[in-house]
């Protein structure tokens, strides 16, 4: 094999290590910021959710995705895939590894929206449809081949793909779940129910942020032209700007420099620029970043008073953040990225409103595809499994004690609630 | 000292008015509700409770422990001391007293554990911070307070510190004022060095925003208070804290904030017409009087409920607040006076 092209696959083969040690920041950050009680199960599902996209990916989500393409709209064959071939480019085995990181973040994003009264059932099952069904259809969209991708659409590492799709399913969730416990009162005012460590929250935002240069970086699937250098860059800026301007719009508008908003901030500019890396100029990557940074924050506060309870913060982050990327390249795209990397240059290079067009017909096409599905999807869940929310004890007691059986945190938290049903004969 | 020579005891009568602090709570409860729009009357009113309370109180101690051995002053502190209590309030009062410590504290503290549950009976809760005349810290006699007072200045800590801005509101309710004005003095000779108003400035550095950077007023987001604002942190606070430290610098025996602002004004013409704004809040507090029901409600405003001038006035007293704390902390800390 050529050195070169050894190296490309090599290149995605850390870019799929990269973006599978993803899941563990996704681990520090949820357990972060949801309570003690619940934190061995966030924790433990990212995981096991982790297996099943694994292995339905491979069942049937890659054939969805990139298999022969039927009417645009998805993939069908490639089924159990196998391909062990040595092909004088990318092997086929180092491009299935790396797609099936991406699903799997897709999943994950979208199980932001159970945490915390989920049913553990509840995840297996919806593990399975959400991997075999939303997400492969909106990739077969956009990467696939299919009936976006030939409108030009410019998405470079799935600001739509993976971010708006799985906010989407987080959406579903958490309307069809409804708020957590305590988080409102009977008037409507809001209660803070705090995440029990921000020091793992930021760890994890730091850990996703260090993962996303193989989200995006590894995206260019070769080295050759180190075209992963400037798309690692614009990363590096858009995040940077996100976090900054996360933390300077929460001290102006809060009076205070909120953590979560700051760190929120971080992964908004990530998720921003997933799409626009391989496409604008570096200061427009940190315009995308500090709009995403601030559009995230005000998106906290619009789902929480509109009684969306969203532990994780999936929708302001991914969903908000990732439309907004997505869109941005319709405004920032560059004649010379757009003609390197595909598409047209955007409005603010004489592009037109055709690239703008086409990211906002994708991204409404998409979100609303994914919500509905994914909200359908959900139902059949409920109807399989008996409800998707666990009992008003068990969510008291916790989700360690009440789905695994031991808490996180054995010695910090106490089952009361059992305590109490003794002391009462209740 | 006899009961002839208690009645002689300034503001003391020989007989409490009411036989029983029943009879003293319910009389406040009676009356509450038509008082607590008005903050003037309503100090006034808590006054002549507690000091129906205390007086109740020293009888039931005679009674169990024989005459008062000495003369004393019973003092309060907080926002009594500033009367500037809300409808609902909490305990904070000492004593100072003639004599010695090792001859007449263990009597004393014995009257101030009679005073705190009195007070507890007539709907004053027990102080968390136990800044109470039944703790050795509140009851001393003068020489003990100026003891006490110097060990506060030597120890040069934050805790210690906390206890002189405290006792520095005192205001003497009942008994002997000359015993607390000494004290008083003697706090002001000490506590009136550059480096102590310094350390003084810095244990009350912390200023709550009320206003955000784009001039909207900052209520609470979320629990139980959600969408009300804390006036007691965001708009008492800054005043209070910055006319207590005028106060020591210009040995200012007052203890109400708008009294300190009279008397300090025309030396420091920054602190001229804040008085205006300071009144405003506690009108504003009380205009909200019949929505309270416990003590923490007190501290807050529901900002949604404010008419446009209250809003604006409220605006203006924190942006106010905060020019004179900032001002008044450089100057304490530059000893640029």
């Given at each position: 094999?050529?050195?070169?092209v050894?190296?490309?696959?090599?290149?995605?083969m850390?870019?799929?290590?990269?973006?599978?040690?993803?899941?563990?920041?996704?681990?520090?950050?949820e357990a972060?910021?949801?309570?003690?009680k619940?934190?061995?199960?966030?924790?433990?599902?990212?995981?096991?959710t982790?297996?099943i996209?694994?292995?339905?990916?491979?069942?049937?989500?890659?054939?969805?995705?990139?298999g022969?393409?039927?009417?645009?709209?998805?993939?069908?064959?490639?089924?159990?895939?196998?391909?062990?071939?040595?092909?004088?480019?990318?092997?086929?085995?180092?491009?299935?590894?790396?797609?099936?990181?991406?699903?799997?973040?897709?999943?994950?994003?979208?199980?932001?929206?159970?945490?915390?009264r989920?049913k553990?059932?509840?995840?297996?099952?919806?593990?399975i449809?959400?991997?075999?069904?939303?997400?492969?259809i909106?990739?077969?969209?956009?990467?696939g081949?299919?009936?976006?991708?030939?409108?030009?659409?410019?998405?470079?590492?799935?600001?739509?793909?993976?971010?708006?799709?799985?906010?989407?399913?987080a959406?579903?969730?958490?309307?069809l779940?409804?708020?957590?416990?305590?988080?409102y009162?009977?008037?409507?005012?809001?209660?803070?129910?705090?995440?029990h460590?921000?020091?793992f929250?930021?760890?994890g935002?730091?850990?996703l942020?260090?993962?996303?240069?193989?989200?995006?970086?590894?995206?260019?699937?070769?080295?050759?032209?180190?075209?992963?250098?400037?798309?690692?860059?614009n990363?590096q800026?858009a995040?940077?700007?996100g976090?900054?301007?996360?933390?300077?719009?929460?001290?102006?508008?809060?009076?205070?420099?909120?953590?979560?908003?700051?760190l929120n901030?971080?992964?908004?500019g990530?998720v921003a620029?997933?799409?626009?890396?391989?496409?604008?100029?570096?200061?427009?990557?940190?315009?995308?970043?500090?709009?995403?940074?601030?559009?995230?924050?005000?998106?906290?506060?619009?789902?929480?008073?509109?009684?969306?309870?969203?532990?994780?913060?999936?929708?302001?982050?991914h969903g908000?953040?990732?439309?907004?990327?997505?869109?941005?390249?319709g405004?920032?795209a560059?004649?010379?990225?757009?003609?390197?990397n595909?598409?047209?240059?955007?409005?603010?290079?004489?592009?037109?409103?055709t690239?703008?067009?086409v990211?906002?017909?994708s991204v409404?096409?998409?979100?609303?595809?994914?919500?509905?599905?994914?909200?359908?999807?959900?139902?059949?869940?409920k109807s399989?499994?008996?409800?998707?929310?666990?009992?008003?004890?068990?969510e008291?007691?916790?989700?360690?004690?009440?789905?695994?059986?031991?808490?996180?945190y054995?010695?910090?938290?106490?089952?009361?609630?059992?305590n109490?049903?003794?002391?009462?004969?209740? | 000292?006899?009961?002839?020579?208690?009645?002689?005891?300034?503001?003391?009568?020989?007989?409490?008015?009411?036989k029983?602090?029943?009879?003293?709570?319910?009389?406040?409860?009676?009356?509450?509700?038509?008082?607590?729009?008005?903050?003037?009357?309503?100090?006034?009113?808590?006054?002549k409770?507690i000091?129906?309370?205390?007086?109740?109180?020293?009888?039931?101690?005679?009674?169990?422990?024989?005459?008062?051995?000495?003369?004393?002053?019973?003092?309060?502190?907080?926002?009594?001391?500033?009367?500037?209590?809300?409808?609902?309030?909490?305990?904070?009062?000492?004593?100072?007293?003639?004599g010695?410590?090792?001859?007449?504290?263990d009597?004393?503290?014995?009257?101030?554990?009679?005073i705190?549950?009195?007070?507890?009976?007539?709907?004053?809760?027990?102080?968390?911070?136990?800044?109470?005349a039944?703790?050795k810290?509140?009851?001393?006699?003068?020489e003990?307070?100026?003891?006490?007072?110097?060990?506060?200045i030597?120890?040069?800590?934050?805790?210690?510190?906390?206890?002189?801005?405290?006792?520095?509101?005192?205001r003497t309710?009942l008994?002997?004022?000359?015993?607390?004005e000494e004290?008083?003095?003697?706090v002001?000779?000490q506590?009136?060095?550059?480096?102590?108003?310094r350390?003084?400035s810095?244990?009350?550095?912390?200023l709550?925003?009320?206003?955000?950077?784009?001039?909207?007023l900052?209520p609470?987001?979320?629990?139980?208070?959600?969408?009300?604002?804390?006036?007691?942190?965001?708009?008492?606070?800054?005043?209070?804290?910055?006319?207590?430290?005028?106060?020591?610098y210009?040995?200012v025996h007052?203890?109400?904030?708008?009294?300190?602002?009279r008397?300090?004004?025309?030396?420091?013409?920054?602190?001229q017409g804040?008085?205006?704004?300071?009144?405003?809040?506690l009108?504003?507090r009380a205009?909200?009087?019949?929505?309270?029901?416990?003590?923490?409600?007190?501290?807050?405003?529901?900002?949604?409920?404010?008419?446009k001038?209250q809003?604006?006035?409220?605006?203006a007293?924190?942006?106010?607040?905060?020019?004179?704390?900032?001002?008044?902390?450089?100057?304490?800390?530059s000893?640029?006076?």
């Open positions: 094999m050529d050195p070169i050894l190296l490309d696959n090599l290149w995605v850390i870019g799929f290590i990269l973006v599978i040690l993803m899941q563990g920041g996704f681990i520090l950050l972060g910021s949801t309570r003690m619940n934190a061995g199960h966030i924790a433990g599902k990212t995981i096991f982790l297996g996209s694994s292995l339905v990916f491979w069942a049937v989500g890659y054939g969805f995705i990139y022969n393409d039927v009417g645009g709209i998805i993939g069908l064959s490639n089924f159990f895939y196998g391909d062990a071939s040595t092909a004088d480019g990318l092997t086929p085995a180092v491009d299935f590894i790396f797609q099936l990181a991406f699903a799997a973040i897709a999943l994950t994003i979208a199980f932001g929206g159970f945490a915390e989920a553990l059932a509840a995840y297996v099952v919806f593990a449809l959400f991997s075999a069904i939303v997400y492969p909106v990739a077969h969209w956009i990467w081949g299919g009936w976006i991708s030939g409108l030009g659409k410019q998405d470079f590492a799935g600001s739509t793909v993976v971010h708006l799709t799985g906010a989407m399913g959406l579903a969730a958490t309307i779940l409804k708020p957590r416990i305590g988080k009162n009977k008037d409507g005012s809001v209660n803070n129910l705090p995440g460590n921000q020091v929250t930021a760890l935002v730091l850990l942020w260090v993962g996303w240069f193989g989200f995006n970086g590894a995206s260019t699937f070769g080295v050759a032209d180190g075209f992963f250098g400037y798309v690692s860059m990363t800026l995040a940077a700007a976090a900054f301007a996360a933390l300077l719009i929460a001290w102006a508008v809060l009076g205070k420099a909120d953590v979560p908003s700051m901030g971080a992964l908004a990530l620029i997933t799409a626009s890396c391989a496409f604008v100029a570096p200061w427009a990557s940190v315009v995308i970043g500090a709009i995403g940074g601030m559009l995230c924050f005000f998106s906290v506060r619009f789902f929480e008073k509109r009684n969306i309870d969203d532990p994780i913060f999936a929708l302001s982050v908000m953040a990732g439309a907004w990327g997505t869109i941005s390249t405004f920032f560059t004649p010379q990225l757009a003609e390197m595909g598409g047209r240059a955007g409005l603010f290079y004489g592009g037109g409103l690239q703008l067009g990211q906002i017909i409404v096409a998409c979100g609303l595809f994914a919500f509905i599905a994914s909200y359908i999807l959900l139902l059949i869940t399989i499994i008996g409800g998707l929310r666990v009992s008003e004890e068990e008291i007691m916790g989700l360690d004690m009440s789905e695994h059986g031991a808490y996180g054995p010695e910090n938290v106490q089952p009361t609630l059992d109490s049903s003794e002391r009462t004969g209740a | 000292m006899s009961n002839s020579s208690f009645s002689q005891v300034q503001g003391f009568s020989p007989e409490p008015s009411f029983s602090y029943e009879e003293i709570k319910k009389d406040k409860e009676e009356k509450m509700n038509d008082l607590a729009g008005e903050p003037v009357k309503l100090n006034e009113a808590h006054d409770w000091s129906e309370t205390v007086t109740l109180a020293v009888h039931h101690h005679q009674s169990e422990r024989g005459d008062l051995p000495a003369h004393f002053a019973f003092f309060l502190m907080g926002s009594a001391g500033r009367q500037e209590q809300a409808k609902f309030s909490d305990q904070d009062h000492g004593i100072v007293f003639e010695r410590d090792d001859e007449h504290q009597y004393f503290l014995g009257l101030g554990a009679e705190r549950e009195g007070m507890a009976v007539v709907g004053y809760p027990r102080c968390e911070g136990l800044v109470m039944s703790h810290r509140w009851c001393h006699d003068v003990g307070w100026k003891k006490q007072v110097d060990g506060w030597e120890a040069d800590e934050w805790g210690p510190f906390r206890h002189l801005l405290t006792f520095i509101d005192a309710l008994g002997e004022d000359k015993l607390l004290v008083k003095e003697h002001f000779e506590a009136g060095q550059e480096d102590v108003l350390r003084l810095e244990n009350t550095a912390y709550h925003k009320g206003l955000n950077a784009f001039r909207q900052l609470e987001e979320k629990g139980p208070y959600a969408g009300s604002m804390h006036i007691k942190d965001v708009g008492f606070f800054p005043y209070v804290h910055a006319l207590r430290l005028l106060a020591i210009e040995r007052a203890s109400s904030t708008i009294e300190r602002i008397q300090v004004s025309e030396k420091h013409a920054y602190v804040k008085d205006i704004h300071f009144k405003n809040l009108e504003l205009s909200f009087s019949e929505q309270q029901h416990a003590y923490e409600d007190v501290h807050y405003v529901p900002v949604q409920q404010l008419s001038t809003k604006s006035e409220l605006k007293a924190l942006k106010e607040g905060k020019h004179l704390f900032q001002h008044t902390k450089k100057i304490m800390e000893g640029d006076f």
